[in-house]
């Protein structure tokens, strides 16, 4: 059984940062993908930005230069660095990891940005 535990989510005004980590119940090794979603209402979940085994990183075009994705093995953590956010931010942030048999979610972290 994988476990997915998302935290760091809250209430920022704009232009600032939040700082998601997700802590997994294994080695973040064992995942061939590990990356984060949002959602917001009204609307389909979208990948935000991901990162594979090799370490390579994969960003939504609109999303460079403000998110940062990382990972710690040592903590079994792969965390998602948001900056100079805006209210469009807003959504349920979902953690996802992969692997050639399963696919597994985090229950989702609430990011608002108020104007």
């Known amino acids: 059984q994988v476990h997915l535990v998302e935290s760091g989510g809250g209430l920022v005004q704009a232009g600032g940062s939040l700082r998601l980590s997700c802590a997994t119940s294994?080695?973040?090794?064992?995942?061939?993908?590990m990356g984060w979603y949002r959602q917001a209402p009204g609307t389909q979940r979208e990948l935000v930005a991901s990162?594979?085994?090799?370490?390579?990183?994969n960003y939504a075009d609109s999303l460079k230069g403000r998110f940062t994705i990382s990972r710690d093995g040592a903590k079994n953590t792969v965390t998602l660095q948001m900056n100079s956010l805006k209210p469009e931010d807003t959504a349920v942030y979902y953690c996802n990891a992969k692997t050639s048999i399963g696919d597994y979610w985090g229950q989702g972290t609430q990011v608002t940005v108020s104007s």
């Open positions: 294994r080695t973040i090794f064992s995942f061939n993908f």
């Open positions: 990162i594979v085994s090799s370490g390579r990183t």
